[in-house]
């Protein structure tokens, strides 16, 4: 979301309109589609809030679960999202800036409503806690502010710390590979799902049903995330979901 429309980019930039997001979410909700996720990516980066009452409008046309992300700095922020109709929020910015954000939200609304949201992104050279080593080339970097200011801190690191902190799941993007439809991130997916214990949602870089396939059977992620295959009407929710099945991965039809 930007602008009160759903947009979509290339690694978080170059954003192009994708229509009307109380529109999209019916028409996903009465697809099938099993969660609908709402990040108000300029929200932080703008410093306002997540627009209210787009989510109370998109939340009375569905009945799915509902993640609402984007400009979430304090409790009542969450609250105030949730009275809207969301059932978790997703944050990002306020958390790496305020970690003990994570823990007050899920002493009030229950672990369940609390989702970490995390944009990794390589860069050179290595960090301390990495656990590819020290050696390695290059580490992942958590951004925020919608993916234009890097944090210094290891995005695995983070999310295990986050977990701890009070977080219910993770909700992964790569932004090297956002948009790129060339599939997604499976080291970094694999690295985050493998070292948390709470579910990884896998974002960033999905071109079809295949790269689903992919992402499911090399990584531990419990979900996949998509935006461009079905917002430009490529692929279908249920054909997908068929796809999946049809290879061996456990979906609801």
Request: glycine residues 14%.
């Given at each position: 979301?930007?602008?009160?429309?759903?947009?979509?980019?290339?690694?978080?930039?170059?954003?192009?309109?994708?229509?009307?997001?109380v529109?999209?979410?019916?028409?996903?909700?009465?697809?099938?589609?099993?969660?609908?996720?709402?990040?108000?990516?300029?929200?932080?980066?703008?410093?306002?809030?997540?627009?209210?009452?787009?989510?109370?409008?998109?939340a009375?046309?569905?009945?799915?679960?509902?993640?609402?992300?984007?400009?979430?700095g304090?409790?009542?922020?969450?609250?105030?999202?949730?009275?809207?109709?969301?059932?978790?929020?997703?944050?990002n910015?306020?958390?790496?800036?305020?970690?003990?954000?994570?823990?007050?939200?899920?002493e009030?609304?229950?672990?369940q409503c609390?989702?970490v949201?995390?944009?990794?992104?390589?860069?050179?050279?290595?960090?301390?806690?990495?656990?590819?080593?020290?050696?390695?080339?290059?580490?992942?970097?958590?951004?925020?502010?919608?993916?234009?200011?890097?944090?210094?801190?290891?995005?695995?690191?983070?999310?295990?710390e986050?977990?701890?902190?009070?977080?219910?799941?993770?909700?992964?993007?790569?932004?090297?590979?956002?948009?790129?439809?060339?599939?997604?991130?499976?080291?970094?997916?694999?690295a985050?799902?493998?070292?948390?214990?709470?579910?990884?949602?896998?974002?960033?870089?999905?071109?079809?049903?295949?790269?689903?396939?992919?992402?499911?059977?090399?990584?531990?992620?419990?979900?996949?995330?998509?935006?461009?295959?079905?917002?430009y009407?490529?692929?279908?929710?249920?054909?997908?979901?068929?796809?999946?099945?049809?290879?061996?991965?456990?979906?609801?039809?």
């Amino acid at each position: 979301m930007a602008g009160g429309r759903v947009v979509k980019g290339l690694h978080f930039e170059s954003l192009r309109d994708a229509g009307d997001p109380v529109e999209l979410a019916k028409k996903y909700s009465d697809e099938g589609a099993d969660e609908l996720v709402f990040l108000d990516i300029t929200a932080s980066d703008e410093g306002r809030g997540t627009l209210r009452e787009l989510v109370r409008d998109v939340a009375s046309v569905i009945d799915i679960p509902f993640t609402v992300g984007g400009g979430i700095g304090s409790i009542s922020d969450a609250r105030e999202i949730l009275r809207n109709g969301a059932d978790k929020v997703a944050i990002n910015t306020a958390a790496v800036k305020d970690p003990s954000i994570l823990t007050g939200l899920m002493e009030i609304f229950g672990k369940q409503c609390v989702v970490v949201a995390i944009d990794g992104k390589r860069v050179p050279g290595t960090d301390g806690r990495n656990i590819f080593g020290t050696d390695a080339k290059y580490w992942f970097e958590v951004f925020i502010y919608g993916g234009k200011k890097g944090t210094g801190t290891d995005a695995i690191w983070w999310a295990g710390e986050a977990a701890r902190l009070g977080a219910g799941e993770v909700l992964l993007t790569s932004i090297d590979y956002d948009g790129t439809k060339n599939g997604y991130d499976i080291e970094l997916t694999g690295a985050v799902a493998g070292s948390v214990p709470v579910p990884v949602v896998a974002s960033g870089g999905c071109g079809g049903p295949e790269h689903m396939v992919d992402m499911f059977k090399n990584t531990d992620a419990d979900a996949a995330l998509a935006a461009s295959i079905f917002h430009y009407d490529s692929h279908g929710i249920r054909w997908t979901k068929e796809h999946l099945r049809g290879t061996g991965i456990p979906v609801r039809l």
